[in-house]
């Protein structure tokens, strides 16, 4: 159990602490879900006694912190025990352009004494308040003579401003002596490693100045780094001989009357370049001068969030509530503004946890999903962020990868890039759901204009996936790696290792790692390398080349069920925004390529055995697949019910699986690896431990086919049995899907954003984030395939005399055509065997070898040379010398799949 902070007799701490209703609880009717900012005080626990040391375990910061409009430090509350602290907000806690680290334990203490010097000591107060409302930190000291209230808020990206208001409650006239100080640290870590920091005064109070230090692995900084503490009076400060202490004290005493109330504002600005600071400082001017106009924008801004939250709501528990306040506070904190190689304001994963202060592909999709409800602008600057880096054609880097997103961005990039930056990385791209958060973004906004900016890149974003993911050329994609020197092997001398024909040798092991990050799902079972079971050969790597035989990427040997359902999916919300545009033939389009994507994986992706989806072992060609069954059940299995490619019947097996009590349906429902799975392991990132986008997922899916019952009590289990959730504590990376135990690092963006996405749509609605262009399929399947090519082929080959060719080379083309006739009867044929078996038909004619003297110019090489080539290194067309075994094989098993 945490520990729960209690009122005293003479101390009252009221520290982030939030009150969980044992039992019913009591349900508020529509009437009364009108909440304001003060009603979810203290949901999150940002009591802090910070220090130079800032990780915990996990390399997590110790405490949880507050953070608002994108600015790039945050503070705590004080420790009910930090005594010391009183007066100040701890901290901040500050970001050295990727790395989080303590810039001081309370920066700026206000201090008041008596006309005589005489220190009022606020440890000896009656009682003592620290609350943290939504968008404001607030600290009051009841005294023998005076009531000090001190309230922090941002108001702007870079600066925090505090208002101080000091009571007189006696019935005579007091005069105070005003004055701050504080200290900073110089150091960091367990190690003692350098901050660079020392202070300076300045005309209105005090500056922490940076040194330069580049450590890649743990801290950034320049000397145009600036922390400056500014005050409304006019003040006279002393720093220390050594530069790392401070007193600002103000010039002139206040005096009060009886009942009277002094205020004064102080901001504190972090900031990065000269230029940001010179902004700063106009803006940090206003603020000192006008601030009550900040704090009541600031309560606005805030109540607006709660009132697009809890609008037109069904009645829900006011602990439900909290928790979705809760995810509202923890993306806002972790809300970055553009900086550095950061173009557009997005939200980071967790700006608790050492190498997360970047922006990530799919975490910035699922953040803007749950961003876009309360504040739209910051949900598409999100997704411009990441698409800022979308390559293009002309890409000094790799312009074949035209179209794709990289995994992730940060301040810095990487040295490819002219950058000093570690933490950048272009190895692999994300899952295909960037579509699914725009169109989710534009229902929440309906901003057309953003509509029509991001459309062409997202297509040309989905057809990378075809151009550099697909080793067959079968219209279904695999999770694979760029062409990158994080790929190749090497020699002793670091050159690179090549083969007889001076081409790079790849490594395997580095290309099946980048594409584990690909699917996102890094060490889930389905990616062990040594494979499971009998057949399965593990997981391999092929070569994806281009039309001139350039090395465009690389695939491993799966045609994953999940990245090919997100695509189906991707290919509905594509259609819906070509819809809203006005480009039918574009909706078109998708709808066909969307049908043959849904033949495709409920015939050779989904078992009747099991009742479940798995991915597909292929070869080079495609021309043999396995289905993973072998691997266990994961939660990619319920995708294709996100997405609505699976019949109902299909689907109610998934849901039996789902359901379970011994597969899924457990403490913590939806693990990312069934409990039944023989790799199963409840604390190992994505062997076992529940993630809440796709537990998102796997309610949605559970809600598409009409199990709205299942998916809530589901849900609810997802909420009251996650540690801390409904208590005081932060949103977790992950839970122990048997104890609820949170795991690994706190205050997770995509975890708030699903927690949210789940409250306002299944506990309080009943929507689902799904594409909505297609419809589920019926349970015969009755997907159109286009024959009519086929046909005419097949009319064509009829004309074409044998006495004309050789006895060897007419035989082969009219095997072919034979086997064409078959896929062309077959009334579950897909379009991909359909459109496979034309080109072979056509490709075969094309090889016909004409008798003797009557060979055409232009073929003058015999059959056997003539024949077509696969290969087990590079993307192929499939021809039927491996197609005419394929076909046949697929005809007799399809009567199993």
Not at 29 to 55: G, Q, R, W
Not at 87 to 103: D, S
Not at 374 to 386: T, V
Not at 542 to 568: F, M
């Amino acid at each position: 159990m945490r520990k729960k902070h209690f009122l005293g007799r003479t101390l009252s701490v009221v520290c982030a602490t939030a009150l969980v209703v044992a039992g019913t609880p009591v349900v508020p009717t529509m009437a009364e879900t009108s909440y304001k900012v003060e009603d979810f005080a203290n949901v999150l626990n940002v009591c802090a006694d910070p220090s130079e040391v800032i990780y915990g375990t996990y390399s997590t910061n110790k405490y949880n912190n507050f953070a608002d409009l994108g600015a790039w430090h945050g503070y705590y509350l004080h420790d009910k025990a930090a005594k010391d602290l009183y007066g100040g907000f701890a901290g901040p806690v500050i970001i050295g352009e990727e790395y989080p680290a303590n810039l001081s334990d309370a920066v700026s203490k206000i201090v008041l004494s008596d006309v005589n010097g005489e220190i009022y000591n606020l440890a000896d107060a009656k009682k003592v308040d620290a609350i943290y409302y939504p968008g404001r930190l607030v600290q009051s000291y009841e005294m023998e003579k005076f009531i000090l209230k001190m309230e922090l808020i941002y108001g702007s990206n870079r600066t925090a401003l505090i208002r101080f208001n000091v009571e007189n409650i006696t019935d005579q006239e007091m005069e105070l002596k005003v004055k701050w100080e504080g200290k900073i640290f110089t150091t960091y870590g367990k190690k003692a490693s350098s901050l660079g920091t020392s202070l300076e005064e300045t005309e209105n109070g005090v500056k922490v100045n940076f040194k330069k230090i580049r450590s890649t692995w743990s801290w950034f900084t320049t000397e145009e780094n600036k922390f400056e503490i500014c005050f409304a009076q006019p003040v006279t400060t002393k720093v220390s001989d050594d530069r790392t202490t401070y007193e600002s004290v103000m010039n002139e005493s206040v005096k009060l009357k009886p009942g009277e109330t002094f205020t004064t504002w102080s901001t504190q600005s972090y900031t990065f370049t000269d230029e940001e600071m010179q902004r700063e400082q106009a803006k940090t001017k206003d603020m000192l001068k006008n601030g009550s106009k900040y704090f009541e924008e600031n309560n606005i801004r805030w109540q607006g969030y709660l009132d697009k939250t809890f609008a037109g709501e069904e009645a829900v528990g006011k602990e439900y509530k909290n928790a979705a306040v809760k995810s509202i506070e923890t993306l806002m904190t972790n809300w970055r503004s553009a900086a550095g190689a950061i173009k557009h304001d997005g939200v980071v994963p967790s700006m608790s946890y050492q190498w997360f202060i970047g922006m990530w592909a799919w975490d910035s999709w699922k953040q803007a999903v749950g961003a876009s409800v309360f504040n739209g602008e910051l949900a598409k600057d999100n997704i411009r962020a990441l698409f800022d880096y979308q390559i293009q054609s002309n890409d000094a880097v790799r312009p074949q990868d035209v179209g794709t997103i990289i995994d992730c961005i940060f301040y810095n990039q990487d040295s490819s890039r002219g950058g000093d930056g570690g933490n950048w990385n272009e190895r692999n791209s994300k899952p295909a759901l960037a579509a699914w958060s725009v169109f989710n973004v534009y229902k929440q906004t309906q901003d057309k204009s953003f509509l029509k900016e991001m459309y062409p890149k997202l297509v040309a974003y989905h057809n990378w996936w075809y151009t550099n993911r697909d080793v067959d050329k079968n219209g279904v994609a695999e999770y694979g790696a760029m062409v990158h020197p994080a790929h190749y092997q090497y020699n002793e001398d670091d050159t690179v290792k090549k083969d007889e024909n001076g081409k790079p040798l790849f490594d395997a092991e580095a290309i099946i790692e980048a594409a584990a990050w690909e699917s996102g799902m890094d060490n889930a079972t389905r990616f062990d390398v040594e494979g499971s079971g009998e057949g399965d050969v593990g997981v391999q790597v092929y070569e994806n080349k281009n039309a001139k035989g350039d090395v465009v990427g690389y695939s491993i040997n799966q045609e994953s069920v999940d990245l090919n359902a997100y695509l189906y999916a991707e290919k509905g919300f594509l259609a819906s925004i070509a819809e809203e545009l006005g480009y039918k033939k574009d909706a078109e389009k998708y709808k066909e390529e969307a049908d043959n994507l849904l033949k495709y994986v409920n015939e050779k992706m989904f078992d009747k055995e099991t009742g479940f989806y798995y991915d597909l072992q292929i070869n080079a060609d495609g021309s043999e697949k396995k289905l993973l069954v072998n691997r266990g059940k994961g939660t990619e299995g319920w995708i294709p019910l996100w997405a609505k490619m699976a019949t109902k019947e299909m689907a109610a097996q998934v849901k039996d699986n789902i359901v379970d009590g011994n597969k899924f349906n457990l403490k913590v429902p939806f693990p990312t690896a069934s409990k039944d799975n023989p790799k199963f392991a409840a604390d190992k990132y994505w062997r076992g431990p529940v993630w809440l986008d796709q537990a998102m997922y796997g309610v949605e899916a559970l809600q598409n086919y009409g199990y709205v019952k299942e998916a809530k009590a589901m849900t609810y289990k997802l909420f009251e049995n996650a540690e801390g959730l409904l208590g005081d504590g932060p949103i977790r990376e992950n839970y122990n899907p048997l104890t609820g135990e949170g795991l690994h690092t706190k205050n997770f963006s995509w975890s708030a954003s699903a927690y949210y996405s789940l409250y306002r749509n299944t506990l309080a609605g009943t929507h689902t984030t799904s594409q909505v262009a297609f419809d589920i399929p019926n349970n015969k399947q009755e997907i159109k395939v286009d024959k009519s090519e086929l046909k005419k082929v097949l009319n064509d080959a009829k004309t074409v005399d044998k006495a004309l060719y050789t006895e060897d080379s007419y035989m082969a083309f009219e095997k072919q055509v034979r086997l064409g006739e078959e896929v062309y009867k077959n009334a579950v044929s897909t379009q991909e065997e359909v459109n496979n078996a034309v080109k072979v038909i056509q490709e075969y004619k094309k090889k016909l070898v004409l008798k003797k003297q009557d060979k055409v110019n232009d073929n003058k090489s015999d059959s056997k040379n003539n024949a077509p080539k696969t290969s087990d290194a590079a993307p192929v067309t499939i021809l039927f010398g491996s197609l005419g075994a394929a076909l046949l094989a697929l005809l007799g098993l399809r009567k199993r799949h």
